[in-house]
Structure formats: structure tokens, C-alpha cells
């Protein structure tokens, strides 16, 4: 048995808006600049949720309220499939010494799926930038072998010290921009998000074509420089779709500003598509990478471009990199787009490919 | 059909799993947390040689999860003078262990982890039942699955591996049942242990496996 997963529902709330319908308009506005976070004589550009409160477990459950409202009313009993790469570790830095962590390292899901409205089963996937599509490929994987008819899957990454000064420390992060694909790009800027896909296997206007994960071990921090691997995976997800590389309208790219991982994915992308380069768009400079949250927002978001035709400019792309020699979306575009494949690539050499595609 | 080709519980004194990945490996594994080695070491003993190569997931679970490191991490964070070292940053990280392992099984193609919420809770049923569906549609060969706990007093593995195609000594087959039986055991941690328990004795001729927090998800173990 193998019946078609439907996207049926939406929720995004990030530093573009509190709606995917608002997020998409500032993307296609170009209005989204980041703000900045200090980390201690250091401060980096950052996209945080327009959210005043100061209290991280108050701030959490607003961010969480907030983009569950937009799914609509759903079965108390629905399943969740969280994705997160930091949990609450921002409410332990407010807390302080002594942390007193749970013996359980995602007892905050139980949290999550009550401000959810959700009391059915819940499972956490803690896989890094790659977290959003492990959960969704295991979510829509029992909805299409008939074990369940629907669930949500929910991306929470949230503000904290610690990731910023992980990234910080491993000199991953731009102290000006996010420049994806550019030759002057010089790391990421990260952002928080909370996002939700509601999946169902009753018909709705997007439907999961294919999803592979894949794994490239060339190191624990970066992808192999040739892409192979990124490929594979793009190439898994073709495949499974049952679709051929020119049948792809639009890539959503990982593209974060990296300067390795932006080269490798190029070299993925020109293996999978040779001469026949789709239209490249990056969201990663516009809302931030939001790491375990980051492939539910971005899908959200991108559904929503999709689906008002507004197709936004990549931001911060200025000059071509001629290693790299591809370039994004410089222009905004009304174009119809059927199919779109979605790249994440991760720390822990984590990759995803996910194709969606308009039902017929 | 699906099959049951190797059913392992590892149990080691922290200080024990260096020297268990050396006898392993033959070296030490460089920068791998605790939970790293255990996963190395409970993979290599669950997988023949002759399967390394091939199309392999790894669904894997933890309670703890990585919590001596975060809370070091924590600590450098909030109580330090400085940002804290970059390895104690990526040590928190729980998607490394992959690549790290990747190296020894080259067939290695994805990697899943899912941390627990509830201590003495696993989530085997969504592991299998993956597993199931996956080996059913051909993406992979073989699905090793697992639970995997570090902490300063022990460390545990409870390892289970499945495939398209039986092992020479392969002791059971695995079948997704959606109805649940009354005499189900429950998604523990330990339940591979339980499972060997099984395949000790005669009887009965099944073993089901169900999470009253995962009605949707049962399944059943049936001997070779």
C-alpha cells in the first residue's frame, strides 16, 4: 500500500511574519533585514521572531499558539512529529546554574504537543539542519503505508546562546550578511522559526512527490566538496518521484552563505542537472537559517510564494562566484511553478532532498 | 517479507568502550562521544562483514540522549569567560555520530535520530514499523535499529537488525499488524533483550510489540 501524502495545512510564524501569506509578501517585498545579537564582545545579524516576551517558556508558547492557530482545528489525537535541534536549551540558560536538565532529552515535546492542542502520539527527531525533513519523511512514510490517515509535523528552533556561540566559535557565522552563492559570501546568519505542515492523506493542492535523506561522512562538519553524495540524494528523490531532472521548475536551495557547503551544492546541483539549471532561490538570507526548524519553514514559506506566484528575489546575492559559477534568482518572478525540489544539507553529514508537486 | 537478522544487547562500564572500540576497530575513535562509540561498536557487532557495503539505514534512539556534553556546553556558555571550544559545541550534536560511522560501514546511506521524552519509554514500534515500510519498497537492504544510552555510570545498547532478505541464521520474520494483541509486550528500551528472552524459548510461536501511545503501531515477531 502506498497512497499519496497531501500537504493540508500550514503554520509559520518567523522574523518574516506570523502567517506564511505575510512571510511570503515581505520575501516578495524584499522586506526582510535582520536584526543583531550580541554574544559577548562579538554581535552577529540574526532574524529572531517578532516577539516581545522576555520569559523564553512564555516566548516559546506564544511562537507555538501562535502557528498552531494557523493549522485550524485538527483531532486532539492527531500525531506530532517534532523536529528541533536545541530543544529548551534557552530556557536553561535562563534559568541558570545549576542546570537541572530532564533525564529525557526531548521531555519539551510533551510541552510542545499540549500548546499544540495535540495529545496523541509524539516523536522528536534531533538530526541536526536536517531535522524538518527526517520528521516529515517519517510522518508521511506511515501515512502512505496506511498506518495513519494524517499528523502534524512541527520545526521549533528558538532563540539561544548556545548555538549562537557554537557557530560562533567554529567561525561558521558572517558578521555582515547571509550571501548565498556569492563570491564574497563569508558564513551563515541564523534565525529562529516555528513552523507546521499538516499532512493528510485526503487530497489537498500540494502533495509530497519524494523525499530521500542520504549521509556524506567526508567530515563531521562539511559536505564533500564534489557534491556526489547531495546528488545522490537529489538523485534518490527524482527517482522515486518517478520524474526526471528537467521536470523540475524551481530548486529551493540549502544555500546558507557557507563557503564549502555552498560549492558542494553547487557541484551537486550541476551533476543533477548539467545544462539544464533550474531557476536557484535561497530563503536562508531572508529569514535566517533556522537549523532543526529550517525545512518546515522553508517549505512553508515556499508553498506560499508558490501559491500566490510570487516568486521572491534571492537576497544578498550580488556577484558570482566563478568556482561556483551558478547563480539565484536575482529577479522576481510570477512564474507557475509545478515542482520543486527543496536541498537541506546538515551538520553530521545529514542531506535531504524533497520534491513537492501540485495535484492533479 | 521482512526479517529479523540480528538481535543484540551490549551493556559497558563507560570506561570499558574505548577499549571496546579499539578491539573493533583497531584504533581509537578520535573525538567520538561516548554515544558514538557505543553506536560503533554495537553496529560493527550486528552487521557480518560482508553486509557493510550494503544500502543501510540506522534509526536510532536515546533517552539521555547527549546530556553530559550539554550540560559541559551549558556550562562553558552561561558560567565561562570566553565562547566556548568548538568541539564541545559539536559535541552536542547528535547528527556527527553518523558520519563518524559511515567511515567503517561504507553502505551506511542515512541516518535517523529520535530522542525520547519519557524515561523507560522507547519508540521501537515507529522504528520497526519505518523499517518495515522502507525494506518493503526497496530503499534500503537492511535497517539497523537501536537504543542507545551513555552516562556516567553505564553505557547500553539494545540493537536490532532487519532485512530484505534473511541472514544464514536469521531467527524470526517481522510483520506490521495493526490490530494489537492483548499479550503485546511494551516499547521499552530493553525490548530487543525481551525479544532474545523469546527466541529462547519454545513458545509461543509470536511476539507482538505495542505502545498504548502508538495505537496504529503494532507489530508482530513470528520464528523462523
Not at chain 1, 546528488?231 to 564549502?260: F, N
Not at chain 2, 561516548?34 to 561498536?41: D, R
Not at chain 2, 533517552?63 to 564541545?88: H, I, K
Request: hydrophobic share 45%; net charge negative; proline share 8%.
Amino acid at each position: 500500500m502506498k497512497r499519496p501524502v497531501h500537504i493540508a495545512g500550514r503554520g509559520l510564524l518567523c522574523a518574516g511574519g506570523d502567517s506564511p501569506e505575510a512571510v511570503a509578501a515581505a520575501l516578495w517585498d524584499g522586506a526582510c533585514p535582520p536584526g543583531r545579537r550580541r554574544l559577548g564582545e562579538r554581535e552577529f545579524p540574526y532574524f529572531a521572531l517578532p516577539l516581545a516576551e522576555a520569559d523564553w517558556l512564555a516566548r516559546a508558547e506564544q511562537a507555538v499558539r501562535c502557528t498552531a492557530a494557523q493549522l485550524g482545528p485538527l483531532a486532539a489525537e492527531t500525531p506530532l512529529f517534532i523536529a528541533s535541534s536545541s530543544f529548551q536549551i534557552g530556557h536553561f540558560e535562563q534559568r541558570g546554574a545549576p542546570f537541572e536538565l530532564p533525564a529525557a532529552s526531548a521531555s519539551f515535546s510533551h510541552q510542545l504537543g499540549d500548546w499544540m492542542g495535540l495529545n496523541g502520539p509524539r516523536y522528536s527527531f534531533s538530526n541536526a539542519c536536517i531535522a524538518g525533513f527526517s520528521a516529515l519523511d517519517a510522518a508521511r512514510s506511515l501515512i502512505a503505508g496506511g498506518l495513519l490517515n494524517q499528523a502534524v509535523v512541527l520545526g521549533v528552533e528558538l532563540a539561544n546562546h548556545s548555538t549562537l556561540a557554537g557557530f560562533a566559535a567554529m567561525e561558521l557565522l558572517s558578521r555582515s550578511a547571509c550571501r548565498p552563492f556569492d563570491a564574497g559570501r563569508d558564513g551563515l546568519v541564523l534565525g529562529e522559526a516555528v513552523a507546521a505542515v499538516h499532512l493528510s492523506a485526503a487530497p489537498a493542492r500540494w502533495r509530497i512527490a519524494g523525499l530521500r535523506t542520504g549521509l556524506d561522512g567526508y567530515s563531521t562538519t562539511g559536505p564533500d566538496p564534489a557534491g556526489g553524495p547531495i546528488a545522490s540524494a537529489a538523485v534518490d528523490c527524482l527517482q522515486e518521484a518517478k520524474i526526471t531532472a528537467a521536470d523540475i521548475d524551481l530548486v529551493k536551495l540549502q544555500a546558507a552563505g557557507s563557503p564549502g557547503t555552498d560549492l558542494a551544492e553547487a557541484n551537486a546541483l550541476r551533476r543533477v542537472f548539467a545544462q539544464r539549471m533550474p531557476p536557484l532561490l535561497s530563503l536562508k538570507s531572508a529569514i535566517g537559517h533556522t537549523l532543526g526548524a529550517s525545512g518546515i519553514a522553508e517549505l512553508v514559506a515556499l508553498l506560499a510564494c508558490l501559491d500566490a506566484e510570487h516568486i521572491p528575489a534571492t537576497a544578498g546575492f550580488s556577484r558570482v562566484d566563478p568556482e561556483i559559477a551558478l547563480f539565484p534568482m536575482v529577479d522576481r518572478s510570477n512564474a507557475h511553478i509545478e515542482r520543486a525540489l527543496l536541498n537541506l544539507i546538515g551538520f553530521g553529514g545529514g542531506l535531504a532532498s524533497l520534491i513537492v508537486e501540485r495535484s492533479r | 517479507m521482512i526479517y529479523l537478522n540480528a538481535v543484540l544487547s551490549q551493556q559497558f562500564a563507560p570506561a570499558q568502550l574505548p577499549g571496546a572500540v579499539r578491539a573493533a576497530i583497531g584504533k581509537p575513535l578520535r573525538r567520538a562521544s561516548g554515544l558514538t562509540q557505543l553506536a560503533l561498536v554495537g553496529a560493527l557487532a550486528s552487521l557480518p562483514a560482508e553486509c557493510r557495503d550494503l544500502p543501510t539505514a540506522l534509526l536510532w534512539q536515546s533517552t539521555s540522549g547527549l546530556r553530559q556534553e550539554t550540560l559541559t556546553l551549558l556550562d562553558e556558555v552561561c558560567n565561562g569567560a570566553a565562547e566556548p571550544m568548538p568541539y564541545d559545541f559539536l559535541a552536542t550534536q547528535p547528527a556527527i555520530a553518523a558520519a563518524q560511522l559511515q567511515a567503517f560501514l561504507p553502505g551506511l546511506q542515512s541516518a535517523t535520530q529520535t530522542p525520547l521524552e519519557q524515561a523507560g519509554t522507547a519508540n521501537w514500534s515507529l522504528l520497526l514499523s519505518l523499517a518495515g515500510l522502507w525494506l518493503a519498497e526497496g530503499r534500503y537492504a537492511q535497517i539497523l535499529c537501536a537504543h542507545l544510552d551513555s552516562t556516567p555510570e553505564a553505557a547500553h545498547g539494545h540493537w536490532l537488525l532487519l532485512g530484505a532478505t534473511p541472514l544464514e541464521k536469521a531467527p524470526a520474520r517481522l510483520q506490521i499488524d495493526t490490530s494489537p494483541q492483548p499479550d503485546a509486550v511494551p516499547d521499552s528500551p530493553d525490548f530487543p533483550a525481551r525479544l532474545a528472552d523469546w527466541l529462547h524459548q519454545a513458545s509461543p510461536p509470536t511476539l507482538s510489540l505495542h505502545s498504548p501511545a502508538a495505537p496504529r503501531l503494532a507489530l508482530e515477531f513470528a520464528r523462523l
